[in-house]
């Protein structure tokens, strides 16, 4: 659980950049014409549900109703201006998806260190038992395979640095290829160096596309590929290749990222989008201790 002095920091970077994004909302937005409006305004602000949904994630709670009424209403009521019901707090949870999301991507990501890991792994949203009754993700969600077998949902794809920070993310439906979001300019804007993965990333036309921007992926061989020479330096960072492992289990099973109950698509993006920012406020993250020798050779302790 967060600190006071931690909660603190984080509502007013939260609250600083919500000012922000309101002004440039205003600024850019086309107005109506319509004097009269339909809706009345929250009561609380932006910011305050954005905290409230970084806290759920990072308390260890899998339910947030009993977060919201046993903790929040009882034990952080201090915290905020004016606690609404949970029904409205539901109402208002959809309201935070984009500027949340930006301002994990502005505020919260870590910085490339020139060693980059990346990985992808499923979000379920039933069981595969229910795929053709499930109705909130028809036409969005799609089957797809990973080491654990087959899965109906999406998937989340993850690049994080040797200290655990991440670095970039995004979410995918479940059938997409692992290699897909590398293609994308937006998801490896600023990797640069080495970048780790597994066997999935293998691709002849995609080694070429990232060496050319500046990426070098270094991954493990296929029992039916011949064999290749591989410094000991990119050997030692495939066998540390556990710390993006560890990121999402950290992400399950910590901060509550997989959910099969969810009513919307809305609400199961600022669900995601809220594990991601409490993953990245924790105070201890997976990380390997990398020091460059004097003769340029990396060595991991």
Request: charged share 25%; net charge positive; aromatic share 12%.
């Given at each position: 659980?967060?600190?006071?002095?931690?909660?603190?920091?984080?509502?007013?970077?939260?609250?600083?950049?919500?000012?922000?994004?309101?002004?440039?909302?205003?600024?850019?937005?086309?107005?109506?014409?319509?004097?009269?409006?339909?809706?009345?305004?929250?009561?609380?602000?932006?910011?305050?549900?954005?905290?409230?949904?970084?806290?759920?994630?990072?308390?260890g709670?899998?339910?947030?109703?009993?977060?919201?009424?046993k903790?929040?209403?009882?034990?952080?009521?201090?915290?905020?201006?004016?606690?609404?019901?949970?029904?409205?707090?539901?109402?208002?949870?959809?309201?935070?998806?984009?500027?949340?999301?930006?301002?994990?991507?502005?505020?919260?990501?870590?910085?490339?260190?020139?060693?980059?890991?990346?990985?992808?792994?499923?979000?379920?949203?039933?069981?595969?038992?229910?795929?053709h009754?499930?109705?909130?993700?028809?036409?969005?969600?799609?089957?797809?395979?990973?080491s654990?077998?087959?899965?109906?949902?999406?998937k989340?794809?993850?690049?994080?640095?040797?200290?655990?920070?991440?670095?970039?993310?995004m979410?995918?439906?479940?059938?997409?290829?692992?290699?897909?979001?590398?293609?994308?300019?937006?998801?490896?804007?600023?990797?640069?160096?080495?970048?780790?993965?597994?066997?999935?990333?293998?691709g002849?036309?995609?080694?070429?596309?990232?060496?050319?921007?500046?990426?070098?992926?270094?991954?493990?061989?296929k029992?039916?590929?011949?064999?290749?020479?591989?410094?000991?330096?990119?050997?030692?960072?495939?066998?540390?290749?556990?710390?993006?492992?560890?990121?999402?289990?950290?992400?399950?099973?910590?901060?509550?990222?997989?959910?099969?109950?969810?009513?919307?698509?809305?609400?199961?993006?600022?669900?995601?989008?809220?594990?991601?920012?409490?993953?990245?406020?924790?105070?201890?993250?997976?990380?390997?201790?990398?020091?460059?020798?004097?003769?340029?050779?990396?060595?991991?302790?």
């Amino acid at each position: 659980m967060l600190t006071d002095d931690k909660v603190t920091e984080l509502f007013c970077m939260a609250n600083n950049f919500c000012k922000f994004f309101d002004i440039m909302m205003e600024k850019y937005t086309l107005k109506s014409d319509r004097k009269r409006n339909y809706h009345r305004e929250s009561t609380l602000s932006k910011a305050e549900i954005m905290l409230i949904m970084i806290l759920f994630h990072d308390s260890g709670y899998c339910c947030l109703k009993h977060f919201y009424l046993k903790k929040v209403c009882k034990h952080l009521q201090h915290l905020f201006s004016k606690i609404v019901s949970y029904n409205r707090f539901v109402e208002l949870k959809k309201e935070i998806s984009v500027p949340l999301a930006l301002f994990i991507k502005k505020v919260l990501l870590g910085k490339c260190t020139g060693i980059s890991f990346v990985d992808s792994t499923p979000l379920r949203v039933c069981r595969n038992q229910r795929i053709h009754i499930h109705k909130v993700f028809k036409g969005i969600a799609q089957r797809g395979k990973c080491s654990m077998g087959w899965f109906f949902g999406f998937k989340l794809h993850l690049i994080c640095n040797e200290k655990g920070e991440l670095l970039n993310f995004m979410i995918t439906p479940g059938d997409v290829d692992d290699r897909k979001p590398l293609e994308y300019k937006t998801f490896i804007k600023f990797i640069y160096g080495k970048l780790v993965a597994d066997k999935e990333y293998i691709g002849k036309n995609l080694f070429q596309r990232l060496f050319v921007d500046g990426i070098q992926i270094v991954t493990k061989l296929k029992n039916n590929m011949k064999g290749a020479l591989m410094s000991v330096s990119d050997r030692l960072l495939l066998r540390k290749r556990d710390v993006i492992e560890t990121v999402n289990d950290e992400l399950k099973n910590i901060a509550q990222v997989e959910y099969s109950r969810h009513r919307s698509f809305d609400k199961f993006i600022v669900n995601v989008l809220g594990t991601i920012a409490a993953y990245c406020m924790f105070p201890k993250k997976p990380c390997i201790n990398v020091q460059h020798t004097l003769d340029t050779q990396l060595a991991l302790f």
